[in-house]
């Protein structure tokens, strides 16, 4: 029953060094929590069961269900989070006023996580509801550019959110920020041809890959930036073509699943990192190398 802290981190990212030195800091002063190093890269289906795409992530788990996340090396945001799970066994009044302002930013940041966001059972790959599967098919139909959030996978959210918006039920649909209603209302928004004029249309995928590739003379397609990689070979990569003094773009593929899975189909070549000159594929790290 007592708090698990899970840290998925990388050797080669200094920044996870830094916070296991914070992590055993705290382990020190919270001896009823238990702190957990997990090597994300050597675990591959277990980072993707629970979506973690960079280093460091910080799992919180209680009772065995996932309860809270942070993502990157946030120190004080780490020591927070876990001295308010830890003795939220003995939640005072106050401190649970301060747990459900808390939770309004959260909803209120997923809300506008992207222009169009659907809260649902399951994801659109796999939903896990009837009205689920019939909100997607609809929004895919009409080409709607959308994300999405399993409210399966977050307690705190699922509950929370029906407060926040005054809607009982799921799936929920939002634009700009803006709840428009669930399966019913999208119906008659469908029928009316009004869906159409609310939510933003997906650009064709081939069209936006083509557009990010030619965005610049020399384009890479990697895991992170230019600034700081999150794999091995993405950093070996930044690392030769600094040394070459070559100017050069980048993309972050982990920001966008959707430009990390066409690009695989798109150029036919399965990995990452990708460099492109002038709208054609070199290679990867060992052409470049």
Known sequence: RSLAVVHFWAPWAPQCAQMNEVMAALAKEHTQVSFVKLEAEAVPEVSEKYGITSVPTFLFFKNSQKIDRLDGAHAPELTKKVQRHASSSSISVGSNETAKEDLNVRLKKLINAAPCMLFMKGSPKEPRCGFSKQMVEILNKHGVSFSSFDIFSDEEVRQ??????NWPTYPQLYVAGELI????IVKELEASGELD??????QKLEDRLKNLINKAPVMLFMKGSKQMAKCGFSKQILEILNNTGVDYETFDILEDEEVRQGLKTFSNWPTYPQLYVKGELVGGLDIVK
């Open 197 to 202: 004029t609310i939510c933003p249309k997906t």
């Open 160 to 165: 929370g959110l029906k407060t926040y918006s």
């Open 181 to 184: 209603g669930g399966l019913d």
